[in-house]
């Protein structure tokens, strides 16, 4: 009778399984598609996580298997490949637990299968790119124009708000424009903002004295220690060039990023929004995988040239001509990787992430405006002007790229450095100064 039951139980939990995989193999295989359905691990086995690879909505195997049953492949994926996923949790098809599979199989080792290479569209990508860049450089040529335009509106007014916040003779009137700092609400920050700093503290900006009277309008319950802790950090982040606190404010949200990728529930997330994948039909990940580290020594080697470079660029661009430039040589670079995927046909169809893309663009920029600069790279005693390494840099990766070797994405580098050149050399004069000629106009 014992028997007879653990019988009819395994029976039972069979059906149950059936049913549940089942259920979810549809998401599966959108899953194992942002994967490249087949996928070459690490320890050399095959595992086929869809049926193969999406055409007009079917999927298929190698070319000299017919097309499966359905019911067969829920049967197959139950009793055997989804065995070797351990942790994974059948029920929760919406958010599955990657994090033991994840560990075993980095995704960098995964490659596409003998299978037909699936074909990878390009118009959405074309279309994404131009239309972000247009709005990229026009929302930052017109705050730009803005800005200008209030500076000197404020010079004529005032003589210049600098020589008012430094001789301690500023007015209500200069944050009119803040709604937090209006009429009484002013007269309020400057009364308790006094309680906090001497009377001869010294402010660096109209941004360092904005920051100072937010955190006096902190709610009475905030002990007088965080306030004081919150001056002290903005009298610190001011005391900064401006350069290097842009630079730094980019580290951060690159650090921001990577610390999400810790959180074991949201890889998935991130996989699907983090990184730039050929295969999806995805466009906006050629931005978001621009600030997407997975791995701690990539955000590091990338912030480090971040924050070496982008400040002596942003001696020559304004804050806003510098982010255009970023964030359109970030897209550019990943539209490149993209393409190269599309038209080298012995190119492993991989997701792609990181900021190299945009840090060669800010690396060859750095080159085109100090060309003698010395810089000295990890590991060797003497260092070399700027340009030759530039040079060397980008000659290894076309190397790379034209011999079909892979060590990192050098098709996405030299897309970057190719960007950086150009908006150098034609870019800055011929769109930026127009845009921003054009809304000065109009102001």
């Known amino acids: 009778m014992g028997l007879l039951n653990q019988c009819l139980f395994q029976a039972r939990f069979s059906n149950i399984r059936s049913i549940v995989l089942k259920n979810i193999k549809v ?3 959108k899953y194992s598609s942002t994967f490249l359905g087949h996928l070459n691990l690490k320890h050399g086995q095959q595992y086929r996580l869809s049926t193969g690879y999406k055409k007009d909505h079917k999927y298929y195997n190698d070319k000299n298997t017919p097309e499966p049953n359905p019911r067969n492949q829920t049967s197959n994926i139950g009793n055997d490949e989804y065995s070797k996923y351990k942790g994974y949790n059948y029920r929760d098809t919406g958010e599955s637990k990657y994090s033991t599979f994840n560990e075993d199989h980095s995704h960098q080792n995964w490659e596409h299968g003998s299978g037909p290479r ?17 709005v990229v450089y026009l929302g930052c040529g017109y705050m730009y124009a803005k800005r200008m335009n209030k500076e000197n509106q404020g010079q004529k007014l005032y003589g210049g708000w600098q020589s008012l916040v430094w001789r301690g003779q500023e007015t209500e009137n200069m944050y009119q424009d ?3 700092l209006k009429g009484e609400n002013y007269k309020k920050a400057t009364r308790r903002l006094a309680e906090l700093i001497p009377e001869n503290h010294h402010s660096h900006a109209k941004e360092h004295k904005r920051a100072l009277l937010y955190i006096a309008l902190l709610p009475d319950y905030v002990p007088i220690e965080i306030k004081q802790l919150g001056v002290m950090l903005a009298d610190s982040w001011y005391s900064l060039p401006k350069s290097k606190r ?3 404010a980019l580290v951060g949200v690159n650090v921001g990023v990577f610390l999400l990728w810790k959180i074991p529930r949201l890889n998935m997330f991130m996989y699907r929004h983090f990184t730039h994948n050929p295969m999806t039909r995805k466009s906006y990940t050629m931005v978001t995988s621009t600030f997407s580290h997975q791995e701690i020594w990539h955000l590091g080697f990338n912030m480090l040239a971040l924050s070496s470079f982008a400040p002596a660029v942003l001696s020559v661009m304004s804050v806003e001509e510098f982010m255009a430039f970023y964030l359109g040589a970030g897209v550019f670079s990943s539209f490149v990787s993209h393409l190269a995927t599309k038209l080298v046909k012995s190119r492993s169809i991989l997701p792609s992430l990181g900021a190299s893309g945009a840090l060669y663009a800010v690396l060859v920029a750095t080159a085109y405006y100090f060309p003698n600069v010395k810089v000295s790279l990890l590991l060797l005693p003497f260092g070399f002007d700027i340009e030759t390494a530039v040079k060397c840099i980008v000659g290894f990766d076309l190397g790379m790229a034209i011999f079909g070797k892979s060590l990192f994405d050098h098709y996405a580098h030299l897309g970057g450095a190719l960007s ?3 908006y150098c050399e034609y870019g800055h004069f011929n769109i930026w100064k127009p845009i921003v000629a054009k809304f000065e106009e109009n102001n």
């Open 118 to 134: 699936p074909k990878i569209q390009i118009a959405r990508q074309i279309i994404f790119g131009l239309g972000f860049v247009s």
């Open 420 to 422: 950086g050149y150009l």
């Open 246 to 248: 842009v630079a730094y």
């Open 27 to 29: 998401k599966e295989i």
């Open 178 to 180: 803040d709604y937090f």
